[in-house]
Nanobody, 123 residues
Framework: QVQLVESGGGLVQAGGSLRLSCTPSGRSFSDYNLGWFRQAPGKEREYVAIISTGDGTAYYTPLRGRFTISRDNNRNTLYLQMNSLKPEDTAIYYC?????????????????WGRGTQVTVSS
């Protein structure tokens, strides 16, 4: 069992930056594909970025260039650097870990989820 804990959310003005972190409790997640997803009020959960066990990455296209996903297996931490934030980035951000063979942006491909961290971007 992997329990994920996100941190780093908060309130920021448009144009600002935040770095989210996610750490597991219970075991290392170096063997897992990892991802960040977000859900805004009244909207479906959407993928933000994913990173494979081999450090391959993929991004939701509109976010590419502003968001950067990375992992530090030595520190057992997943990161999401978010720059040039916009009010439409306001959402709860979730990290997820998947033990399956597929490197996928679908939420169904991830076995474990954190409880989320709120990101609010004011205009």
């Amino acid at each position: 069992q992997v329990q994920l804990v996100e941190s780093g959310g908060g309130l920021v003005q448009a144009g600002g930056s935040l770095r989210l972190s996610c750490t597991p409790s219970g075991r290392s997640f170096s063997d897992y594909n990892l991802g960040w997803f977000r859900q805004a009020p009244g909207k479906e959960r959407e993928y933000v970025a994913i990173i494979s066990t081999g450090d391959g990455t993929a991004y939701y296209t509109p976010l590419r260039g502003r968001f950067t996903i990375s992992r530090d297996n030595n520190r057992n931490t997943l990161y999401l650097q978010m720059n040039s934030l916009k009010p439409e980035d306001t959402a709860i951000y979730y990290c997820a870990a998947g033990s399956g063979p597929s490197f996928t942006s679908l939420p169904s491909g991830y076995n474990y989820w954190g409880r989320g961290t709120q990101v609010t971007v004011s205009s």
